[in-house]
């Protein structure tokens, strides 16, 4: 879990910039965060859609508390790279689909 932290904060620091001061106030809302999505992983009471919904929430509450640290032009950056991924993802996942169906 330490390396997934690290790698959120150096994410987040290469996508804004972050002060020091906002590096230190990020680490806590990284640590709550990556947290709460392994309490999530781990909870059998759960089924996959109930799962994915607090998984949804975790993650909203997660920017808008990162947010909270950030500049409105970071803010702004933030949500363009977040954007940009989002986009990764999907295209990825097409070509996943592409593939699997092709075989």
């Keep these: 879990m330490a390396v997934v932290k690290k790698g959120m904060l ?8 972050l002060s020091a001061d ?11 965060h990556v947290a709460d999505l392994e309490a999530v992983k781990n909870d059998a009471t759960l089924d996959k859609a109930a799962k994915r919904e607090k998984v949804v929430q975790l993650r909203q509450q997660y920017v808008t508390d990162i947010n909270g640290i950030l500049t409105p032009d970071q803010q702004k950056k933030w949500a ?6 989002k986009a990764k993802v999907k295209t990825r996942l097409k070509e996943r689909a592409a593939q699997k169906a092709s075989q």
């Design 22 to 32: 906002q590096q230190d106030k990020a680490k806590p809302i990284i640590d709550k």
């Design 80 to 85: 363009a790279a977040r954007e940009a991924n």
């Design 10 to 17: 150096t994410a987040l620091n290469n996508q804004v910039s």
